[in-house]
């Protein structure tokens, strides 16, 4: 177990989901002494919102003034790392007072998004010892940078899941809603209902986002809004609807090709799990009695593999690799 007993980690994250919490606790539980400082100021501030629609040099100038403000604030010749993640709002002028002022630090990035996804992920790159992805493209198109593969994590909350006796949903679906989600749902809501399954969805999205993609796309129309919701759904809401379901469907983003954390909570929760994401197989953790390639021209198969054999347990190495406390030790072990 790598310790950083008296180690000083500044932790500059995305507020997403309390994920950047969890990676916090970890850090600190191993003696690290950690500072948070939100990356996606975006997200929450109408005045970030606005920023974003200025034009590229506009953008970069106020970013590079608030966060270099912010820095100030921090005593950067103390900190013996700096662990970003995306990092999509950072830019040359942030990166580099980061570089001057952090002088003894490691400097470890680690995407959990997509290339496609994001700003300049290549030039952000450039100012770290270690860059990580979750993408496996985006590792094949940079590994001669020295970028390094690793997936994402699960909580100890998913480890820890005890199932119901009885399971009552046959199927579990819980992410964003998106154009692609929305069609997919369709189809197995009504393939749910022509089997006898019973289908459980929570699709989470921005109010505004909704409606203006109400007028674009019929299949979100199509939705019971009972299943719509602005906000995420918390990890303990998450682990009560897994503990009574049979099987989660995994619906990718058609922009990424890593896998979705939901997929890596069920190897986490040792859940069945139907996806889209045909890039699975390539895991090591793959087993085709636990995850089902979703087709559908093969949409017979769903009814057997959801009332079909139990999960299959896999070795305890893949279950810590794949653990909040495996991925801190893979990305630490500098």
């Known amino acids: 177990m ?3 007993e008296g180690k000083k980690i500044l932790l500059i994250a995305p507020y ?17 002494i950690v500072d948070y400082l939100q990356e996606n100021i975006d997200s929450a501030s ?47 002028q942030i990166l580099e007072y980061l570089k001057e002022k952090c ?12 290339v496609s996804n994001m700003r300049n992920p290549g030039r952000i790159a450039r100012y770290f010892d270690k860059v990580y992805t979750f993408d496996p493209f985006d590792y094949k198109q940079n590994k001669d940078k020295g970028w390094l593969f690793r997936p994402l994590f699960y909580t100890n909350e998913y480890a820890e899941l005890q199932d119901t006796s009885e399971k009552d949903i046959d199927i579990l679906m819980v992410a964003s ?9 369709l189809l197995l809501k009504n393939y749910a209902r022509k089997h006898g399954l019973k289908l459980v969805a929570y699709f989470y999205i921005k109010p505004y986002v909704y409606f203006v993609n109400m007028f674009k796309n019929s299949g979100y129309r199509k939705i019971d809004k009972a299943v719509i919701h602005s906000h995420g759904i918390s990890t303990a809401e ?9 099987c989660v469907f995994d619906c990718a983003s058609p922009t990424q090709t890593g896998l979705t954390m939901r997929t890596i909570e069920c190897l986490g929760a040792r859940k069945k799990i139907i996806t889209t994401n045909d890039t699975v197989r390539n895991y090591d953790f793959y087993n085709n009695k636990n995850i089902k390639l979703f087709s559908e021209k093969d949409m017979d198969s769903v009814l057997d593999f959801v009332n079909g054999g139990a999960y299959q347990k896999l070795s305890d190495d893949i279950y810590f690799k794949y653990s909040i406390k495996g991925w801190i030790e893979e990305i630490f072990d500098i």
């Not at 005045?47 to 970013?63: A, D, G, T």
């Not at 002088?103 to 997509?114: G, Q, V």
């Open 46 to 92: 109408f005045f970030q919102k606005m920023v974003n629609k200025l034009p590229e040099k506009e953008q970069s100038k106020i970013r590079a003034t608030y966060f270099i403000n912010l820095l100030k604030s921090y005593n950067l010749s103390e900190y013996d790392y700096v662990f970003g993640i995306r990092l999509d709002l950072f830019n040359k």
């Open 177 to 185: 809603l998106s154009p692609s989600r929305a069609n997919v749902y």
């Open 16 to 32: 997403f989901f309390g994920y950047e919490q969890v990676i916090k606790r970890e850090l600190a539980e191993r003696g690290g």
């Open 238 to 246: 998450i682990c009560k609807l897994l503990s009574r379901t049979k």
């Open 2 to 4: 790598i310790e950083f």
């Open 103 to 114: 002088k003894k630090a490691y400097f470890i990035l680690y995407f959990w998004d997509s």
